[in-house]
């Protein structure tokens, strides 16, 4: 379930070669479900902290297989529209977004 329009890319081979722009992104597993929806205000510093990590921080994250970027100027509002969307379709947010607090990166 791809939702956004970028491709799909494979996490360690392309996630070092984001761009230093704000954007939002999707992280999916290895059967290409989402399982995180976040946002960043430079998605090369946060994708160089997760691919130098990891995901270290996170276990759940660490099931990254594939991602998709969207680049924009504002992209929390984004954020909170894709997993508003994806909680229609499915009745619950990607399992790594916490229903009670969105985290952002």
Not at 39 to 48: A, P
Not at 58 to 70: A, F, G, S, V
């Amino acid at each position: 379930m791809e939702l956004l329009e970028d491709k799909m890319r494979v996490w360690l081979e392309n996630a070092k070669f984001v761009k230093p722009v704000p954007g939002v992104y999707v992280l999916y597993n290895r059967k290409k479900d989402p399982i995180y929806i976040g946002y960043s205000k430079n998605l090369e510093t946060t994708f160089s902290k997760y691919v130098d990590s990891e995901f270290e921080e996170n276990e759940c994250k660490q099931k990254t297989q594939y991602y998709q970027r969207e680049f924009m100027e504002d992209p929390e509002s984004r954020q909170e529209q894709l997993i508003e969307e994806f909680k229609r379709n499915t009745g619950n947010p990607p399992t790594c977004n916490s229903e009670i607090k969105v985290q952002t990166t």
